[in-house]
């Protein structure tokens, strides 16, 4: 079963740092495209941070130059470091990946399980 395990995430205190991991799990022939989400109930998803097949990256402003988004292609794996936390960082994440599974298939996109980010004293 191809799919995107998440790891890492908890409670930290504002100002703390916290790792987040994403891994492919299963065959898969490459990963295209890696991104992060975050959301608290009963509000709208909110994009926050995504990294091309070059490297280029980007940020919402929310977490620009604190958030940094970077990958392992050799383990399948991408990740999202998070400097300087604030509460409003509260969220669950989710890490989403186009994954092409075949050499001539297409992309589809896959979802993480998300996992619980609270920043608290």
């Known amino acids: 079963q191809v799919q995107l395990v998440q790891s890492g995430g908890g409670l930290v205190q504002p100002g703390g740092s916290l790792r987040l991991s994403c891994a492919a799990s299963?065959?898969?022939?490459?990963?295209?495209?890696m991104g992060w989400y975050r959301q608290v109930p009963g509000k709208q998803r909110e994009l926050v941070t995504t990294?091309?097949?070059?490297?280029?990256?980007n940020y919402a402003d929310s977490v620009k130059g604190r958030f940094t988004i970077s990958r392992d292609n050799a383990k399948n794996t991408f990740y999202l470091q998070m400097n300087s936390l604030k509460p409003e960082d509260t969220a669950v994440y989710y890490c989403?990946?186009?994954?092409?599974?075949?050499?001539?298939?297409?992309?589809?996109?896959?979802w993480g399980q998300g996992t619980q980010v609270t920043v608290s004293s």
């Open positions: 989403n990946a186009n994954l092409r599974l075949g050499e001539r298939s297409p992309t589809y996109r896959y």
């Open positions: 299963g065959s898969i022939f490459s990963i295209d495209a």
């Open positions: 990294i091309t097949n070059g490297g280029n990256t």
